[in-house]
């Protein structure tokens, strides 16, 4: 070494990585980085002599040494490899990739999860998926990272099976029919099935027989089915009444059919818009009367429909209307409810129908107010003009007509197993078993062990957990509860059914492509089951995602469209904006 000792000090302050062995000078960075990986250039490689440390001074007296290692030092100082090396130690001790690998992934999980969030946005919403686009691109504007492509789309079909038209389709029931029925088969194969007729359809089978049975409520419905196809039909109809309420300050109520095959709900809907739009209603119709633009006919038209509508006949039957629908309604959400259950299913009813046939003795809220209207020929301020052509629904008949066709389609008992079972599962309620034990510590001992063996659960477990409630009622014995959870697991209705068919068909729309069964299958348990947009956490679906290299920062996938390209023409016009 021809240095010294305060030479080598001098030069080691300023040039740390500078090392010595033997004689011979080396560089600790370039010996610690074996490849300057994806960092090099062409024919770039760490230099061997200072890595292995075999750099020696030349020259042939001490002086032209040092000159030759001081420039040998500089050279080696400012070379590309040595900077590029010095570049990777620095890089490796701060862990650089690892960190950026790191916020790579988190990157990667943040932009997909947006882009999940959006995804699932679209089938809680029961959105097409051509919104998809129009979403991302309007986060985008305000500001939401959510990657630079957009996922790619696959379009499927339904398979439409053969022979499905509706001639085939009647043809196959009618013989599935005369086969001893669908029931018949269906306990053929399983013998302990329960069937049971859904509450609700029938409800609206006793409000059907009720038509049938009183004279009145057709004249009165074909007067509600009138109003429909009129302003249903006719868009200048419609614009006329919508006119009228707002002259009268009145809520613009559409009007529908009454007593027809949907919900008594819907029923009860079309009567309140016709009690709330009388005004406007009457209003409209005495305009279409003095209307010269009108021809004949539809005249005439206009003075049958005011006449009937300002009697005192229609108003009497309107109220009693409202009044037994509005109960019926009630009922028909009641029975609806994803909680009801069998014996809270015939308390409601049995309630009803005595609400219904107290209105016989004490008449409802808008029956009265008809009353009133009757015997002042005054309603709404529009006179009343007694019509005997009209004829009216007979108040007392009607009702008792209702509370008999309920009673007889919802609480009549036959000798059918299925009644028979309903009675053991109402001698089974809480509030039953709490006042019926009260004579003896056996109560419903023989019905517990029917339904045991109906629905195969432990007779002797479910036994002794009734006589152990029976004791102390405020707490249900853990041996009890399977029967009770069996009991409420029974549906009253098939009102599940018919939200499912009302989300397929605004599933199925013609805003969507064509979807397989599978993907309506998994967008209706999306939007029945899934949690809120704003619970719903897309993180394990993600990283699943990201485990098959697929994200929404992904440069190989198909790039957005670029629609501006489209609309140059516009620009100028679009200056005017700014």
């Known amino acids: 070494m021809v240095w010294n000792e305060s030479q080598w000090i001098e030069f080691k302050e300023k040039y740390p990585w500078i090392v010595s062995a033997d004689g011979k000078l080396g560089c600790n960075i370039c010996s610690s980085i074996t490849c300057l990986g994806a960092s090099k250039k062409d024919r770039l490689r760490i230099s061997n002599e200072w890595s292995n440390g075999l750099i020696e001074a030349s020259g042939k007296d001490r002086t032209s040494q040092l000159s030759n290692l001081r420039i040998k030092i500089k050279k080696h100082y400012e070379s590309e490899r040595h900077q590029l090396a010095d570049k990777i130690n620095k890089e490796r001790k701060e862990k650089s990739i690892q960190v950026s690998m790191q916020k790579s992934i988190v990157d990667h999980e943040q932009t997909t999860i947006k882009v999940f969030r959006t995804a699932y946005y679209i089938a809680m919403k029961n959105r097409p998926f051509s919104d998809h686009d129009d979403l991302i691109k309007l986060q985008e504007i305000n500001g939401v990272n959510l990657g630079g492509n957009n996922p790619e789309y696959v379009f499927l079909d339904l398979c439409e099976l053969q022979s499905q038209d509706a001639e085939q389709i009647e043809k196959q029931l009618l013989n599935t029919l005369k086969s001893n029925g669908v029931v018949t088969r269906l306990r053929e194969k399983y013998p302990k099935l329960f069937t049971w007729h859904c509450f609700n359809h029938r409800l609206e089978l006793s409000v059907s027989d009720t038509i049938k049975d009183v004279r009145g409520i057709d004249h009165f419905k074909c007067f509600i089915d009138k109003l429909y196809s009129l302003y249903n039909q006719s868009p200048k109809h419609s614009r006329a009444l919508e006119s009228c309420c707002q002259d009268l300050k009145l809520q613009f109520n559409k009007i529908g059919r009454v007593l027809s095959t949907r919900w008594v709900s819907s029923s009860l809907r079309t009567v309140r818009a016709v009690w709330k739009s009388f005004a406007a209603l009457h209003s409209h119709f005495k305009n279409s009367c003095d209307d010269q633009s009108n021809d004949k006919n539809t005249i005439a038209v206009f003075i049958g429909l005011k006449k009937r509508l300002e009697s005192p006949e229609f108003i009497l039957g309107l109220g009693i ?82 509370v008999d066709r309920m009673t007889t389609r919802l609480c009549s ?63 249900i014995p853990d041996n009890f509860k399977p029967i009770l959870n069996t009991i409420a697991s029974l549906p009253c209705s098939t009102a599940e059914c018919e939200r499912g068919f009302s989300l397929m068909n605004n599933i199925i729309t013609n805003l969507r492509a064509s979807l397989l069964i599978s993907n309506v299958s998994s967008l209706m348990f999306i939007k029945s089951n899934g949690p809120p947009i704003e619970v719903f956490n897309p993180e394990m679906y993600v990283r699943s995602w990201l485990e098959d290299h697929r994200s929404a920062d992904d440069n190989q996938s198909r790039l957005k469209r670029n629609n501006l390209t489209k609309s140059e023409s516009r620009q100028h016009l679009w200056d005017i904006f700014q």
């Open 321 to 402: 209307m409202y009044d037994v629908l509005q109960e019926l309604s009630m009922l028909s959400n009641e029975l609806q409810s994803r909680t009801i259950t069998l014996p809270k299913a015939e308390q409601s009813i049995k309630r009803t129908i005595r609400i219904i046939e107290s209105f016989k003795q004490e008449p409802g809220e808008y029956t009265q107010i008809a009353l009133n209207a009757k015997s002042k020929l005054l309603f709404n301020e529009i006179e009343l003009v007694p019509n005997k052509k009209i004829v009216a629904i007979n108040q007392n008949q009607f009702i008792q007509s209702i």
């Open 413 to 475: 008992r036959s000798e059918d197993e299925n009644y028979q079972l309903l009675s053991d599962i109402s001698a089974l309620d809480l509030n039953n078993i709490k006042i019926g034990s009260s004579g003896s510590i056996r109560y419903g001992e023989l019905e517990l062990r029917r339904i045991c063996r109906r629905f195969d659960v432990d007779e002797v477990q479910a036994v002794q957990g009734l006589r152990a409630f029976i004791e102390n009622n405020e707490l």
